[in-house]
T-cell receptor, first 115, second 115 residues
Framework: EPEVTQTPSHQVTQMGQEVILRCVPISNHLYFYWYRQILGQKVEFLVSFYNNEISEKSEIFDDQFSVERPDGSNFTLKIRSTKLEDSAMYFC?????????????FGPGTRLTVL | EDQVTQSPEALRLQEGESSSLNCSYT??????LFWYRQDPGKGPEFLFTLYSAGEEKEKERLKATLTKKESFLHITAPKPEDSATYLC????????????????FGQGTILTVHP
């Protein structure tokens, strides 16, 4: 069964460093998302991406964040200068199409720890 | 602003003891309501999508229902392997009347089933 994959599973970085989180969405999906979950809190929407551009973003997704689909399979989230409060689980998700609310399938997540 | 509230925060059941989880929502145009299961340290795993009031979906010991204000996840004769956090999420239209799939999550219900 197709699934969303994410690498790395755990990333430890120093405050101020840049990190890139990688995702491989399900192959025939067209919509891609990043969410994050701070320990003990809700899953929060960060950004949606369709047709090679950002379609919607949250207030959390400021200038420190960027997304890219560098090739036909990968979808990345870059944090330019990490802060302590960026420590969280980051989930990538993808869905096939729009129209009716189609199901988003989530990856296993990347745990980001900022020291 | 869209709001999703789940109750109870935690639920402890004996194996075989049926119960229900609640998800109340206040949104401005529901496109779909989703139930996910999340195991510790893992990504959300899709369970159900409900689109309109009166709709019901079933899968093994789980049954999801939807009204205009809330959704219930009924668990019949649960087993220890049903222990997990159950997440409710809604997809709504944005201010422009479109939707790119942004999900708004509740805080989840932590279910523990004892043998």
């Amino acid at each position: 069964e197709p699934e969303v994959t994410q690498t790395p599973s755990h990333q430890v970085t120093q405050m101020g460093q840049e990190v890139i989180l990688r995702c491989v969405p399900i192959s025939n999906h067209l919509y891609f998302y990043w969410y994050r979950q701070i320990l003990g809190q809700k899953v929060e929407f960060l950004v949606s991406f369709y047709n090679n551009e950002i379609s919607e973003k949250s207030e959390i997704f400021d200038d420190q964040f960027s997304v890219e689909r560098p090739d036909g399979s990968n979808f990345t989230l870059k944090i330019r200068s990490t802060k302590l409060e960026d420590s969280a689980m980051y989930f990538c998700a993808s869905k096939a199409a729009s129209g009716r609310a189609d199901t988003q399938y989530f990856g296993p997540g990347t745990r980001l720890t900022v020291l | 602003e869209d709001q999703v509230t789940q109750s109870p925060e935690a639920l402890r059941l004996q194996e075989g003891e049926s119960s229900s989880l609640n998800c109340s929502y206040t949104v401005s145009g529901l496109r779909g309501l989703f139930w996910y299961r999340q195991d510790p340290g893992k990504g959300p795993e899709f369970l159900f999508t409900l689109y309109s009031a009166g709709e019901e979906k079933e899968k093994e010991r789980l049954k999801a229902t939807l009204t205009k204000k809330e959704s219930f996840l009924h668990i019949t004769a649960p087993k220890p392997e049903d222990s997990a956090t159950y997440l409710c999420a809604v997809q709504t239209k944005n201010a422009g009347g479109t939707s790119y799939g942004k999900l708004t999550f509740g805080q989840g219900t932590i279910l523990t089933v004892h043998p």
